[in-house]
């Protein structure tokens, strides 16, 4: 008697477990071992993150606060270190003592410079580099400068990238647009528009008008 009510036992139990099986919802996963890693919290664009409260507030005093952003005075790997003078005279005259970072380019760098000067620079210079672009021939904006003239032969790399970070005259600053390698290949494409025997001995373009 005992054994049939045992054996009873299990087949109802297994009758149950088949029923209870194919009937769940199959897009149904089951629990989650550690749901906090398998369903992580989804953060919209533009939705306020929760460094937007203050951490001295009592009610969310003891929250961890995330705001995507870098440490400071932090880098991302294989960015160049950034540029070390401010927009006044003195950063302007110091910026002659800033070499290029960068290696001489080849090949597909070359490429990608000439690609990034025709696009940001030509404009205005010319593919030629010689203030030849639609908006100096328009004759609209004025002050474009001819980078292979001596003026621009003689001045540092440093300065060039000085120009392109902060703008000067009628020329704005081009950091939003391009990041710090992109400048300095920049710098490097313009010395091949200009005349290789002049352009030694560079010196900083005192001139400045602040």
Known sequence: MKRNTIITFLALATVVAI???????KRDTGRAYMPDMAYSRAVETYAP??????????EFGHKIFYNRMPVDSTIKRGELFPYPYQNDSIGYIKSATVKNPLEPLTGADSAEASRLFNINCGVCHGADGKASGPIAKGGKLGGIKDLTADEAVQMADGTIYHIMTYG??????????LDRKQRWQIVQYIRTLQPKAEAKGAVADTTAKK
């Not at 993150?49 to 009592?58: G, H, I, M, Q, V």
């Open 49 to 58: 993150l929760d460094s937007a409260f203050s951490t001295d507030s009592s």
């Open 168 to 177: 000067k005259n009628n020329m704005g600053s081009y950091a939003s647009q």
């Open 19 to 25: 029923v209870t099986t194919a009937c769940r919802d």
